[in-house]
Structure formats: structure tokens, C-alpha cells
């Protein structure tokens, strides 16, 4: 008889900064584990961003991949975007996002303990602060140009 060590239970907190004028935008996600508080977070630039909510979207699935390479089998994942939540768990069909979401759901999948819920934008401001740092860091280069601009 072996003994398995339980898998800890891990929070993660998603958020998206969206710059309208460029179509671009910070994704971010922040891990916390409940046991005894360690953190992991990551954050991204995505191109070709239409909308908020699209960016919100892609920042929970960018959690969630994460989270299944980091092979984690049980967790809770935040956002402060109650309309994607609500897609989520009552399977609202949302054009613009419907194809994101079915990508969520088949990740979602391969947990074994998993749960979408809202949080207040309150309760979120690390994630947010990420996601704003990752879109106004953005790096451009130009193979023509000597250099690189921030």
C-alpha cells in the first residue's frame, strides 16, 4: 500500500490590459498555493487583440495552459470579468469569444478538480498590474532599424 501525497490546491487570478488604438494586450495570471502561500505568475503580450473581453478570455486560457504545464489536478481560477465566468459555467454562447471558451473547456478537461469563479476587480490588482506592465513594456523591432525601442 502506498501513500500518495495530496496534490495541493492552487488559486489562480487572471486578468487582461487592453490598448484599443494598437489591438494589442497584456495577459496575465498569478498562482497562488493554499498551503503555505508559495506564488508563480506569468505574463504576455497577444496581437491582434478586437476587444476586452477577448483579451480577458485569452488571459484565462494562457492561465490555464500554464497551469497544465505546471501539472496541477486541482484548481480554482478567478477572473474579474463576470461575463466570461458566466460563459464558462452556464456555457453562454458569446460569439466572440466562443471559440476561446471551447479551448477553455476542452484544457479544463484534463483537471481532475476544477473551478471558474468572479472576483472583485478589488482582489485582483496583482494580476492587473502584471498585465499592465506586460502591455507597456512592449518591445518594438525593426530588422531596418539600429536598435530596439520601449
Given at each position: 500500500?502506498?501513500?500518495?501525497?495530496?496534490?495541493p490546491?492552487v488559486t489562480?487570478?487572471?486578468?487582461?490590459?487592453w490598448n484599443?488604438s494598437?489591438?494589442?494586450?497584456?495577459?496575465?495570471w498569478v498562482?497562488?498555493?493554499?498551503?503555505?502561500?508559495?506564488?508563480?505568475?506569468?505574463?504576455?503580450?497577444?496581437?491582434f487583440?478586437t476587444?476586452?473581453l477577448?483579451?480577458?478570455?485569452l488571459?484565462?486560457r494562457?492561465?490555464l495552459v500554464?497551469?497544465?504545464d505546471?501539472?496541477?489536478?486541482?484548481?480554482?481560477i478567478?477572473s474579474?470579468n463576470?461575463t466570461?465566468?458566466?460563459?464558462?459555467?452556464n456555457d453562454?454562447?458569446i460569439?466572440e469569444i466562443y471559440e476561446?471558451?471551447?479551448?477553455i473547456q476542452q484544457?479544463?478537461?484534463a483537471?481532475?478538480?476544477?473551478?471558474f469563479?468572479?472576483l472583485?476587480?478589488?482582489?485582483?490588482?496583482e494580476?492587473?498590474?502584471l498585465?499592465?506592465?506586460a502591455?507597456?513594456?512592449?518591445?518594438?523591432s525593426?530588422?531596418l532599424?539600429?536598435g530596439?525601442?520601449?
Amino acid at each position: 500500500m502506498s501513500l500518495q501525497t495530496p496534490t495541493p490546491f492552487v488559486t489562480c487570478k487572471t486578468d487582461a490590459a487592453w490598448n484599443k488604438s494598437s489591438n494589442k494586450a497584456g495577459l496575465a495570471w498569478v498562482f497562488i498555493e493554499i498551503t503555505d502561500a508559495k506564488k508563480n505568475q506569468g505574463s504576455m503580450t497577444q496581437d491582434f487583440v478586437t476587444s476586452p473581453l477577448i483579451a480577458e478570455a485569452l488571459a484565462l486560457r494562457s492561465g490555464l495552459v500554464s497551469a497544465a504545464d505546471m501539472n496541477l489536478r486541482q484548481i480554482h481560477i478567478f477572473s474579474d470579468n463576470s461575463t466570461l465566468i458566466r460563459a464558462i459555467n452556464n456555457d453562454m454562447q458569446i460569439k466572440e469569444i466562443y471559440e476561446i471558451i471551447t479551448d477553455i473547456q476542452q484544457i479544463a478537461s484534463a483537471f481532475v478538480d476544477i473551478s471558474f469563479s468572479h472576483l472583485s476587480r478589488n482582489f485582483n490588482s496583482e494580476a492587473d498590474t502584471l498585465a499592465k506592465n506586460a502591455i507597456a513594456t512592449l518591445v518594438v523591432s525593426d530588422p531596418l532599424m539600429r536598435g530596439t525601442w520601449t
